[in-house]
């Protein structure tokens, strides 16, 4: 059996278990399988290609320590878990940025509409119950809805297989923030924690998949 094969099955079987652990209420589970997620696709990643993307490393690097601290109960755990993702995000928005075409001011306006209208309205929704995390919450959600711009400001460009993975994988990871934030601020249910890290695997996987396919464009890949 092959290094891929062995780090993919780690990383389903770690996903799973998580999963499991959140819907059967296994704190345990949780804690135990919660950071081998992205532990395991940067392995995951590290096996697969032979030239890294180090700001794609340090984007997992930072989305592991985002979820480690939000298993932690506490606004400052909170807080500093929202940074850390923030900071992941940026990195995110660096890697499509790097390689984004010139674009007509239509391209750039069709981009950003669907991500400023589902900002304002989250926005709009939450303020009342954001409190003294309000200015956080907005500086976090307008970046990840900058990821989802320029992703899609990519596709709409070229369309590949690469911008389209990381395109929807920032669409999904966006689903998953805004459901996060509904959980937390409004409305916390057992279905929303489950569809929280659901979404989320997928948005990592996908945004995975996206820079092994731009590696296999360069044909470096193990």
């Given at each position: 059996?092959?290094?891929k094969?062995?780090?993919?099955?780690?990383?389903?079987?770690v996903?799973?278990?998580?999963?499991?652990?959140?819907?059967?209420?296994?704190?345990?589970?949780?804690?135990?399988?919660k950071?081998f997620?992205?532990?395991?696709?940067?392995?995951?990643?590290?096996?697969y290609?032979?030239?890294?993307?180090k700001t794609?490393v340090?984007?997992?690097?930072?989305?592991?320590?985002?979820?480690?601290?939000?298993?932690f109960?506490?606004?400052?755990?909170?807080?500093?878990?929202?940074v850390?993702?923030?900071?992941?995000?940026?990195f995110?928005?660096?890697?499509?940025f790097?390689?984004?075409?010139?674009?007509t001011?239509?391209?750039?306006?069709?981009?950003?509409s669907?991500?400023?209208?589902l900002f304002?309205?989250?926005?709009f929704?939450?303020?009342d119950?954001?409190?003294?995390?309000?200015?956080?919450v907005?500086?976090y959600?307008?970046?990840?809805?900058t990821?989802?711009?320029v992703a899609?400001?990519d596709?709409?460009?070229?369309?590949?297989?690469?911008?389209?993975?990381?395109?929807?994988?920032?669409?999904?990871f966006?689903?998953?923030?805004?459901?996060?934030?509904i959980?937390?601020?409004?409305?916390?249910?057992?279905i929303?924690?489950?569809l929280?890290?659901?979404?989320?695997?997928?948005?990592?996987?996908?945004?995975?998949?996206?820079?092994?396919?731009?590696?296999r464009?360069?044909?470096i890949?193990?």
């Amino acid at each position: 059996m092959s290094k891929k094969i062995i780090a993919l099955l780690i990383f389903i079987l770690v996903s799973f278990l998580d999963i499991v652990g959140i819907i059967f209420k296994i704190p345990i589970l949780i804690q135990l399988f919660k950071p081998f997620i992205l532990l395991s696709l940067i392995a995951l990643y590290v096996v697969y290609v032979s030239e890294r993307n180090k700001t794609y490393v340090l984007a997992l690097i930072f989305s592991l320590m985002g979820d480690v601290f939000l298993m932690f109960e506490g606004e400052l755990y909170f807080i500093v878990g929202l940074v850390s993702f923030l900071i992941a995000h940026l990195f995110f928005i660096k890697i499509v940025f790097d390689r984004l075409q010139k674009s007509t001011i239509s391209k750039v306006l069709f981009s950003i509409s669907p991500f400023l209208t589902l900002f304002l309205l989250l926005i709009f929704f939450l303020k009342d119950f954001l409190n003294e995390l309000l200015i956080p919450v907005i500086i976090y959600g307008f970046t990840i809805s900058t990821f989802g711009v320029v992703a899609m400001l990519d596709y709409v460009n070229t369309k590949t297989t690469q911008s389209f993975l990381m395109f929807v994988g920032a669409v999904i990871f966006i689903s998953s923030d805004s459901i996060l934030a509904i959980n937390k601020f409004y409305n916390t249910t057992q279905i929303f924690a489950v569809l929280i890290m659901v979404t989320y695997i997928v948005a990592q996987y996908l945004i995975y998949k996206s820079m092994v396919a731009g590696q296999r464009l360069k044909g470096i890949t193990k």
